[in-house]
């Protein structure tokens, strides 16, 4: 079954504490991407990957990182964690295939939701 | 101001009624338009995908597009329980970041 997997899907840790959220796509996608949604704000770009080893900013960058070291994985690590980043975090993959701009059309995964103490 | 502006509900109707869900938004760059269901616990899933203006019509579902008033909506026609979910409008430009600009989604619920 093609799909974004994220572990774990829920996390309570504190403030300092480094964490990781892995996310892993089974799609062959170039493209992958972590969002963050938080009530009334919607989702709100962190970081993206065009490919491997290719990463950049989104709308939100502050407080994370990436890596790309593999296709398929695409993990967000938060190394000192604070309260403002507890929030439901999404990772989403794309293909790079151009379909009348059909590769804008994102896959989801199931969610992770962080709360930071 | 946001660039997509999405009213949060809750909308509440009885089965079998019409569904209208919009969003407006203030960036005209946008080219492509979308809308994502979320049920409850779990991540956005495509519902449907528009490029430019127009009407898009698949099954119960209707998307349109109106971008000299910089509109857009979705239709659900014989809404079932099974709709019930959050319903998120999501709008891109075409660049290689593909950042979607999401509204802040409207919870439906549809009563049996």
């Known amino acids: 079954e093609a799909q974004v997997t994220q572990n774990p899907r829920y996390l309570i840790t504190v403030t300092g504490k480094k964490l990781t959220v892995t996310c892993s796509q089974n799609?062959?996608?170039?493209?992958m991407s972590w969002y963050r949604q938080d009530p009334g704000l919607g989702l709100r770009q962190i970081y993206y990957?065009?490919?491997?080893?290719?990463?950049d900013k989104g709308d939100v960058p502050e407080g994370y990182k990436v890596s790309r070291k593999e296709k398929r994985n695409f993990p967000l690590i938060l190394e000192s964690p604070s309260p403002n980043q507890t929030s439901l975090y999404f990772c989403?993959?794309?293909?790079?295939?151009?379909?009348?701009?059909?590769?804008?059309?994102?896959?989801f995964g199931p969610g992770t939701r962080l709360t930071v103490l | 101001q946001k660039e997509v502006e999405q009213d949060p509900g809750p909308l509440s109707v009885p089965e079998g009624a019409i569904v209208s869900l919009n969003c407006t938004y203030s960036?005209?760059?946008?080219?492509?338009f979308m809308w994502y269901r979320q049920y409850s616990r779990k991540g956005p899933e495509l519902l449907m995908y528009?490029?430019?203006?127009g009407n898009k019509e698949d099954g119960r579902f209707t998307a349109q597009v109106d971008k000299s008033s910089k509109y857009i909506s979705l239709f659900i026609r014989d809404s079932q329980p099974s709709d019930s979910a959050t319903y998120l409008c999501?709008?891109?430009?075409?660049?290689?970041?593909?950042?979607?600009?999401f509204g802040s989604g409207t919870r439906l619920q549809v009563q049996p």
């Open positions: 989403a993959s794309s293909s790079s295939v151009l379909v009348q701009g059909r590769n804008h059309e994102q896959f």
């Open positions: 799609m062959n996608h170039e493209y």
């Open positions: 990957s065009m490919n491997v080893e290719v990463t």
């Open positions: 960036n005209s760059a946008f080219q492509y």
């Open positions: 528009t490029y430019s203006s």
């Open positions: 999501a709008m891109s430009v075409y660049t290689g970041r593909r950042a979607l600009t």
